[in-house]
């Protein structure tokens, strides 16, 4: 049976286990980045990890203690600690849009002239004119697009900013180096394959280009885009998942490995923090009413004054309601 | 059944005719055995969450929101519990489509300031191409499930599609409504409209396109999904959930009776305030003190009653310009 094809790296010949989500896998023996038809990859980059279980305690600490002031938040305790390597597609591509179309807006005119009777009445005019515009667009960028269908695993796709700023960082993937530093972390490979990252990084450059333009005009008649690509990196970043507990429930926290920022963060909202903004609330109400109070011969004052209390209260009410607050 | 030799330790092996890949005993390579032409990649999400484990994650999302009955843990009971696998189509099509039609472009005339205060439009023949790729979900079963619609779906941990899995766990399967060749028709005529309304925008009148859809990958996935009545205190209230993820896709919210004092206390405060205003302000007393009072109690009573009545909670949710976009079918990026 010659159509057998055995699944071996060709790196070190060790046995392979796929897996049918991986477009992109890693021998096991020796770490080499290896696409489906078994050929290698090498254009595989890595955030390498910086902190250990032992930070995990103080990031959080400091996190709550910082984003979850006057909340009374102190007995909580974190229950689950899970380090995982995120799979990232980052492609390089230099793009140039020519667009062209036309835009509509209103240039305001004052006259001043004099009466029959020796008085000046001033006139305000509103005009509508056209202008043409014709524009291009030049950028070499980076678009950072998610290894894997679908983004349901926590702080996967907010980690892409830190990717996008830190990828000049980042260093080839080497598996003598992850046995040191990220040896706990479960390894995430990548279910879109190097070429299909391409085309979804073009379509994505395309659709933020005709957006750009379709700001900048009112109508577009024109918008042509060129893309090269210059380059498809793979990328991983170690994310530590980090489960905390208060009064029995759980929430949850993404924290980079490569900085220790968090990537994003959920806190609690407590009965403390709730009667604080209900308060905020109606002093707003007791600040805006006495200040229409003396200013209440003055339709316009006491409008102003109520507009504004009722948006601070459309923020605070929202706050006294929110189930919990998502900081990230 | 058929045989054939491991290429890598020569070790014979029996292999299904429907199998696609083999793993040697002897040395572990796996391997393929070369018929795939045929085979329709359908997978689905194994249950992670069992009926308990569940109902924690479901109370640990009630109990975060506000007014929740502290006894939650205790007093939530299930009345009915169903489990089914729904399915969904995910799909990459790549499509190129040259166009030919009249385009706009505008001439101007009367010159004021920094623009014109005419503007004319004309038509000019006009051709181009569209050339891109992108991937849909496409939700496939016949009852249209607004909630399921909306929900971030997770393809992660997927294994091979196997029925006596379900039967297992006793979970219903919904079928597909689309067959390979109608799933891969849906998303090509998703991608049409994509590429129609981008047309649409460079010309006016269209003339003729020609395309070539291809789809790049397909496959089915069927996802598990918990159908739960339940009830707290007497009221009766349900919800779905994601039996792979423990995500809740949707539930009402139950409350405490002490809740709904609150918002009625607050409610009625924030309604006196407005009328309060409103008599002040017609009967001209103290000035126009009353404006103030009117406003700030009118749009806060619409404020508490929209947030204190809110009853369903999403945890994730399709962005709504994706939906505008998009429609039926998504695309993620």
């Known amino acids: ?328 | 059944m058929r045989s054939i030799l491991c290429p890598n330790c020569s070790a014979p092996l029996e292999v299904d005719e429907t199998q696609s890949v083999v793993k040697c005993p002897y040395c572990k390579v796996q391997s393929k055995t070369g018929k795939k032409e045929k085979i329709i990649e359908h997978f689905m999400l194994p249950v992670a969450y069992d009926i308990s484990q569940i109902r924690t994650e479901l109370v640990g999302d009630l109990l975060k929101q506000p007014g929740a009955p502290d006894d939650l843990h205790k007093s939530l009971k299930f009345t009915k519990v169903s489990l089914k696998y729904y399915p969904y189509w995910i799909i990459t099509v790549h499509n190129r489509s040259n166009y030919t039609g009249n385009g706009e472009y505008a001439t101007y005339s009367w010159p004021y300031r920094s623009g014109y205060r005419q503007i004319k439009f004309h038509l000019k023949p006009e051709k181009g191409v569209f050339d891109d790729e992108r991937e849909f979900i496409i939700f496939a079963a016949e009852e249209v499930n607004q909630y399921l619609l909306d929900f971030q779906i997770a393809t992660r941990g997927k294994v091979y599609y196997d029925k006596n899995e379900a039967k297992k766990i006793k979970a219903d399967v919904v079928q597909s409504i689309f067959n390979l060749d109608q799933a891969k028709q849906e998303a090509v005529n998703s991608m049409r409209d994509i590429h129609k309304g981008l047309i649409l925008k460079e010309i006016t009148q269209i003339i003729e396109v020609t395309d070539n859809p291809i789809v790049k990958s397909v496959y089915q996935l069927h996802i598990p999904f918990y159908f739960l009545n339940y009830e707290v205190h007497g009221r009766s209230f349900d919800a779905i959930m994601d039996g792979a993820t423990g995500r809740t896709v949707i539930t009402k919210t139950p409350r405490s009776a002490s809740y709904w004092v609150q918002i009625s206390a607050l409610s009625v405060f924030f309604g006196l305030l407005c009328s309060a205003g409103i008599f002040l302000a017609v009967q001209q007393i103290l000035g126009y003190f009353g404006i103030f009072g009117a406003i700030t109690g009118g749009l806060l009573i619409i404020r508490t009653l929209q947030l204190g009545f809110k009853r369903r909670y999403q945890e994730t949710r399709r962005s709504k310009t994706r939906k505008r976009l998009f429609g039926r079918s998504t695309s993620w990026y």
């Not at chain 1, 046995?15 to 990859?41: H, K, T, V």
């Not at chain 1, 240039?107 to 001033?122: A, L, N, Y």
């Not at chain 1, 040191?180 to 994505?204: C, G, M, P, R, W």
């Not at chain 1, 005009?217 to 793979?234: L, P, S, W």
Request: net charge positive.
């Open chain 1, 1 to 328: 049976m010659s159509q057998v094809i055995g699944f071996q790296c060709p790196h070190c010949n060790a046995p392979l286990d796929i897996n049918p989500e991986d477009a992109i896998f890693n021998c096991e023996a020796c770490g080499q980045a290896l696409l489906s038809d078994g050929s290698i990859f090498d254009n595989h980059y890595i955030l390498s990890n910086s902190i250990s279980k032992g930070n995990i305690q103080d990031i959080v600490k400091n996190f709550i203690k910082k984003k979850g002031k006057l909340r009374g938040i102190k007995k909580y305790k974190i229950t689950n600690i899970s380090p995982i390597l995120l799979p990232f597609w980052s492609v390089a591509v230099s793009a140039s849009t020519h667009y062209m179309g036309y835009r509509q807006y209103t240039e305001t005119r004052t006259r001043t002239r004099r009466g029959s009777k020796g008085q000046t009445i001033t006139t305000t005019e509103h005009i509508t004119v056209y202008r043409h515009v014709e524009n291009n667009i030049n950028e070499k960028r980076l678009v950072v697009l998610i290894g894997r269908r679908g983004s349901s695993m926590y702080g996967y796709e907010n980690a892409k900013e830190i990717i996008r700023r830190d990828f000049n960082k980042a260093v080839p993937f080497n598996h003598n180096q992850l046995v040191k530093t990220e040896k706990d972390f479960q390894y995430l490979s990548s279910e879109i394959a190097a070429d299909a990252a391409n085309q979804l990084a073009k379509t994505v450059v395309f659709d933020d280009h005709r957006a750009q333009a379709e700001k900048a005009c009112t109508k577009v008649f024109d918008c042509a885009t060129q893309i090269t690509f210059e380059g498809v990196y793979f990328v991983h970043i170690p994310v530590w998942k980090v489960d905390y507990h208060f009064k029995g429930e759980t929430y949850r926290v993404a924290i980079s490995g490569n900085t220790g920022e968090i990537i994003i963060g959920e806190i609690p909202v407590t009965k403390i923090f709730r009667m604080i903004f209900l308060s905020l609330t109606f002093l707003f109400l007791i600040g805006g009413g006495t200040f229409s109070y003396f200013l209440g011969y003055s339709a316009v004052a006491t409008s102003i004054a109520g507009i504004i209390v009722s948006l601070l209260g459309l923020l605070t009410l929202r706050n006294v309601f929110k189930p919990m607050t998502v900081v990230g």
